[in-house]
């Protein structure tokens, strides 16, 4: 007698696009001197700050909807970064906007990036006054400087563990960690920044599995919850994304492709759901393996926690700076 298997549907949608990443991208102006409401956060350093103050030096980057430029204090002349963005931005960006700016209040760590102030302006332009990173970020440091070692590695790990243990604790899923979320300063200290797709939880079994944050960096219970999230916490995913990250920073190139091949969404998804996950080339120390196995399971309950990680050999050992 022949037996018929079921087929398992797997729930494997590909994520289109954001509307506001097939915006195009035009340089914003810093606004103008008209009177603002500026909302500071965890500090008072920066309460007599007004957006008229700032001197735009130059564009960083764009993202989530937005123009970040490096500004001058005018009287202080201290630099800080401006994440600006327009007050008739789209729906999507103006819900991530707030998203960041709902955790950026919420957050005061040396391993988070931090805001020292928010303006509400009536024309409903919002900018945020962030600490400057002068080093750029951990992809800008492959770029310019070459792989990491693992020692160097490691100081990076630990760090980043720091800021992932924070935010967790404060039930704050980053759900975008990669090399170009991680900021660098001339002190070669490493802080997560940009949350404009990240999730507070309220509840403990909150669902947190849909298509935000960069396709490449998902975990696989991100595409295929059904099959991949057992016991599935919602802050593994952070992991998964934070081990990809650093296997990329050690190999020199995304982990689940080929050197210089752009990865597309159909690629990736089959290479995240249904094969192994990426493994480290001969040569590396046992610690090190061990901590990216800990980092890349595939069954997200089987996962270090950041707390975990933090207890790792290959994080206690002694490190270098970057």
């Not at 007004?50 to 989530?64: C, I, K, Q, T, Y």
């Not at 007050?87 to 103006?94: A, F, I, K």
Request: glycine share 6%; hydrophobic share 35%; aromatic share 8%.
């Amino acid at each position: 007698m022949a037996l018929i298997r079921e087929r398992r549907q797997l729930n494997l949608r590909l994520p289109l696009p954001d509307l506001s990443e097939r915006r195009p991208r035009f340089s914003l102006p810093l606004p103008p001197t008209a009177p603002t409401t500026a909302v500071t956060t965890n500090t008072s350093s920066c309460a007599a700050i007004s957006a008229a103050d700032l001197e735009r030096l130059e564009v960083l980057g764009h993202g989530n909807g937005g123009t970040v430029y490096k500004v001058r204090h005018k009287r202080t002349s201290a630099n800080y970064a401006y994440k600006l963005v327009q007050g008739d931005s789209d729906l999507t960006v103006r819900r991530q906007l707030f998203r960041e700016m709902e955790i950026l209040r919420r957050t005061d760590s040396p391993y988070v990036v931090h805001c020292h102030a928010i303006f509400e302006q009536p024309s409903g332009d919002i900018g945020i006054l962030m600490e400057y990173m002068d080093s750029g970020t951990l992809e800008t440091l492959l770029k310019s400087n070459g792989t990491f070692s693992e020692l160097k590695l490691a100081y990076v790990a630990r760090q980043v563990l720091n800021g992932l243990n924070y935010l967790h604790t404060h039930k704050i899923i980053h759900r975008d960690i990669k090399p170009t979320n991680l900021l660098v300063n001339c002190l070669m200290e490493v802080k997560i920044a940009d949350f404009g797709v990240s999730k507070i939880m309220c509840r403990t079994l909150d669902a947190c599995n849909s298509y935000v944050g960069t396709c490449a960096y998902m975990s696989p219970e991100r595409f295929d919850p059904d099959t991949y999230g057992g016991n599935y916490n919602g802050y593994a995913s952070d992991i998964w994304s934070l081990g990809l990250t650093l296997m990329e920073l050690y190999m020199g190139h995304f982990p689940f492709l080929p050197p210089g091949q752009r990865p597309d969404w159909a690629t990736l998804m089959c290479a995240i759901c249904f094969g192994e996950p990426p493994t480290l080339p001969e040569g590396v120390s046992e610690e090190f393996r061990s901590f990216m196995e800990c980092c890349l399971q595939k069954e997200s309950g089987k996962r270090w926690s950041a707390a975990q990680l933090l207890t790792h050999p290959f994080v206690c050992k002694d490190t270098v700076r970057i």
